[in-house]
C-alpha cells in the first residue's frame, strides 16, 4: 500500500492525492456507491453506517463510524456539484470537531487507464486547517485510500 500524497498549498488547504490502478469510471463508481462505502471508509476495525447519501448538488450526506472501543466518529454534510467520473465537491463536518463544515474537492483523473484521485480541502482559517490536521486526518485517509484500493483490487479481479 502505498499511503497518500499529502500537502498544504495554502494556509487554510490541505492536498491529499493517491494514483490507482484502475480506470476513472471504476474509481468512480466505487467512491460514490453509498453500498459500497461501508468496505473502505474509516479504520479496518471500525464498523461503519451510511445514513444518508443523497448525491447529487444539494443533497445531503451523513456517515458514521464505530470503533471496537466504542468510539464513534460522525461524519455530514452536503453536495454542492456533481459531474460524474470528474468532479465530487461536498461539505465536510465532523461532529465534535468543525464549527464550520469545510469544502473538499475530489478530482478524479485519468492518465493511461490509472486514476489519481486528489482531494483538496479548504478551511476558514489557519487554525480550523491545523486543527483537523491534529486529529489524525492524515493516518485516517491513508487508511480509508488503502482500503478502497484493495476494493478495486477485489472488483478488477472479478472482471
Known amino acids: 500500500m502505498t499511503g497518500i500524497d499529502l500537502t498544504t498549498p495554502s494556509d487554510t488547504e490541505v492536498r491529499m492525492a493517491r494514483t490507482f490502478d484502475a480506470p476513472r469510471d471504476l474509481v468512480w463508481r466505487l467512491w460514490t456507491d453509498a453500498e459500497r462505502i461501508p468496505e473502505y471508509w474509516g479504520w479496518r476495525d471500525s464498523e461503519t453506517i451510511v445514513h444518508t447519501w443523497d448525491l447529487r448538488p444539494g443533497g ?6 464505530k470503533g471496537q472501543d466504542g468510539a464513534e466518529w460522525l ?67 491513508a487508511v480509508t485510500y488503502d482500503r478502497f484500493e484493495e476494493l478495486l483490487e477485489r472488483e478488477l479481479a472479478r472482471a
Open 60 to 65: 445531503a450526506w451523513r456517515i458514521s463510524s
Open 75 to 141: 461524519f455530514f454534510g452536503e453536495f454542492l456539484d456533481v459531474e460524474p467520473n470528474e468532479l465530487l465537491v461536498w461539505t465536510f463536518g465532523y461532529e465534535g470537531m468543525t464549527d464550520e463544515p469545510l469544502v473538499e474537492s475530489l478530482r478524479f483523473e485519468e492518465h493511461d487507464g490509472r486514476t489519481t484521485l486528489v482531494s483538496t480541502s479548504t478551511f476558514e482559517t489557519r487554525e480550523a486547517r491545523d486543527a483537523m490536521l491534529d486529529t489524525g486526518m492524515a493516518d485516517g485517509a
